[in-house]
């Protein structure tokens, strides 16, 4: 089992920067991947980001350029900087982690969610 706990979230004017953080308990040696989703009111969970165990990252075009995924080891903690803040960033975004190996960024390639962080950019 592993246990996700994000925060970080919050509201910021279009513009702005938040930066989230997920900090991973349990079995967090299993992890191959931890990444970040969201969802806004009435939208599908959409991916945004992800880094692997090898430290490479991917990104949705929406977050390119503007949002970054890193990770803290030693802390068992990934954090997305967000930079750039548009209002439709605004979602509730969700940290997730892979313990199966899939490459998928799909929801269904991740097995853990966190329970969410409200982000809200306004005009």
Partial sequence: QVQLVDSGGGLVQAGGSLRLSCTASGRTSA???????????????EFVAVIRYSGSTSYADSAK???????????????LQMNSLKPEDTAVYYCTADVTGSFSLSRGGFDYWGQGAQVTVSS
């Fill in 31 to 45: 992890i191959f991947r931890t990444g970040w989703f969201r969802q806004a009111p009435g939208k599908e969970r």
């Fill in 65 to 79: 350029g503007r949002f970054t995924i890193s990770r803290d080891n030693n802390k068992n903690t990934v954090y």
